[in-house]
């Protein structure tokens, strides 16, 4: 008798086994949170339970899933206790990507200790960037000859072990760090050439990433340069056969990807190719040097165009009372065109200096000729002003006369697609506590990353558990002048509603701006008013210093811009008042311009959900657990009873805090009321 394979039934045999087993793991899931939770006596938390069972039928149904879980709801449990399951059956490694260091090493503790409760160890690696550690050979060739100077006793210490800035007790300056960490990163040519490859604590790691089953915790940077690799057909940075990433506050994930994809030029990098070039040329003598020397007459008179472009800026957003964060690139500059053939001249020698084939070209002149091309297609596409692609510009922080260009992708929603929900190899597991707009509203997170919604589980929102309305009130504000039409008088009036405000919580505050210059102009004038402690955020000091002498000081006053409106967790008395200094909505930029002209409401369909979301961030520092309280207060009269913006009220629907008032009498009785009853 002759039997047949038959494939088909095969392969449907397979699924159907699949479904049963992750309905068991459902089972598991189930069980955890309703009877193992409460057996250890944690606290039993309803939108968890909800939330890891969301995931556990996305994972039956293949599909990718998005949820936000707002805080209290303890996601990183949530989405964990599943996948741990999931693992202890299928052994196949799991990569969960967040946006910090510090919330990659508090993952790291949060399964260990689910591990512990499941009797299930998997291997768990906290991928960082490579510029985190120490490459030892760059080490060596650093402190050659150095030894009986001031700067030797960094190589002593470090010298004694160790494999990242933050092992050794002495502070390693960032001129020093940025020559001996990892530059680069080249696995068969560390593996051929480097002495001390076997002792190499960055290279062992990245073997292990390529061939662990267990979790990879790595940031979304990481995460997104990796996809980037695997869309081009290059070696991943980790290992490949992964069927589940999660992304953890994933309401960065547009910025993370575009990020992946931004080139930068300044005049600086465009120099030291030219330099490179001559030195590692080694035939074409004059010639090329002439040709270096052209080049780079070409590159003064562009880049001196462009700071010309950044100084006219300045001077008008002086003139408006306007900040800038991004400038906008003229593209109609006279020298382009020939520094774009200069460019191309320069390559096709070198190409044949060089050799054109990489056997022929050692690893210098290889990377020289690929930054080379590099500048060449950016300076092409700036000529041509291709319209695929979003300049700007920025002033070097080390150098204010020096302008840094910038370019990416205009479809970086096309390519968030491509990297992460068009393949059928993997799900995406999404979450965020401010991942909507309001609601179950994901329309503009749907836009930016073009999220497949026929193959992908949109879950509810997860509400918190904690009880907003009896520990916080929101107070708004009424007849002050408008932010941006007033604004030296908005910011007088402002100030004169944070003096009441701190008076009637002793300080304890951290007020959130959206421009640095607000930040600094309401500094100065609180120095003047206010009896705290006062700390401003300021360039060159580390965030974790700033938050250890607010902590340190109960009654101090921290005002802070860019990363303090999320990722900071001030638990407890010390932050009792939140001040929010106008609403967040994004300043004009090329960026936010291009996604407005491809709305057709650039107002409520950009800038309103991007407002939404940085006011949802910024709220969630007051209350960050079930016995914190305080004051969330906004200065912006958009929000006020008389005001008639057409998003005053999609605003109010979207915030966690619905016990609000504009009247400060009912806010100070309130925080009275709280001080009593020993909230605080």
Known sequence: MIVFWDAERDKKEEERQWKKNLRLIGTQVDSFFMDKIQELKFEERPGQWEMAMDIVQGMIDRKHILVEASVGIGKTYAYVVPLLYYHKKYRKPIIIATSTISLQEQLANDIKTIEKILDYYPEIFIAKGQSHFLCKNRLE??????????????????????YEKSNWDIEIPDKIWNRINVLTFNPVLCRQTCPYKDRCFYYQLRMELRETNGFILCNQDLLAMNMKKRKRGNTEIFVSNYEYIVIDEVHNLEN?????YTIAVSYSDCKRVMWDLSKNSKKMGGLLDKKIEYCLTLLDLVFGN????????????????????????????????????????????????????????????????????????????????????????????????EIIVYKCPKN???????????????????????????????????????????????????????????????????????????????????????????????????????????????????????????????????????????????????????????????EGKTLSNLIIFRLPFPVPEPIIDYKRSKSKDGLMNVLVPEMIIKLKQGMGRLIRNKNDSGIVSIIDPRLGDNSKVPYKQLTWDALAIKNRTNDIKKVKEFYLNLVNDSHL
């Open 412 to 570: 970086v929603h096309e390519i968030a697609e491509q990297l992460l929900f068009s393949s059928k190899t993997f799900q995406t597991i999404m979450t965020s506590a401010t991942v909507s707009s309001g609601g179950n509203n994901y329309d503009y997170f749907v836009a930016n990353t073009n999220l497949p919604l026929d193959r992908t589980m949109v879950c509810d929102s997860k509400e918190s558990p904690f009880d907003y309305n009896s520990h916080a009130i929101l107070y708004y504000t009424e007849n002050i002048p408008h932010p941006s039409n007033e604004r030296e008088a908005f910011i007088e009036k402002g100030v004169d509603e944070m003096v009441n405000l701190l008076h009637i919580t002793q300080g304890k505050a951290l007020i959130l701006f959206t421009a640095k210059r607000d930040m600094i102009q309401v500094y100065k004038k609180l120095l003047e008013r206010v009896p705290y402690k006062i700390l401003m955020q300021k360039e060159g000091l580390s965030q974790t210093d700033i938050i250890a002498e607010f902590k340190a000081d109960t009654n101090s006053v921290l005002l802070g811009t860019g990363v303090y409106w999320e990722g900071i967790s001030i």
């Open 306 to 401: 462009l700071l010309s472009q950044v100084k006219k800026q300045d001077k008008n957003a002086v003139k408006e009372d306007k900040e800038i964060e991004k400038y906008y690139v003229n593209k109609n500059i006279k020298e382009l065109c020939d520094l774009v053939s200069a460019l191309k001249g320069i390559i096709d020698v070198t190409s044949l200096d060089f050799g054109m084939e990489d056997t022929y070209r050692n690893r210098g002149e290889d990377e020289t000729l690929e930054a080379l091309e590099e500048q060449y297609d950016f300076f092409s596409s700036l000529r041509k002003d291709v319209r695929k692609d979003i300049f700007w510009m920025v002033a070097n922080s080390k150098n204010k006369n």
């Open 256 to 260: 993370k990807i575009r990020s992946a």
């Open 141 to 162: 060739n650093y402190f050659v000859g150095k030894k009986g100077t001031e700067e030797y006793k960094y190589y002593e210490e470090i010298n004694h072990g160790g």
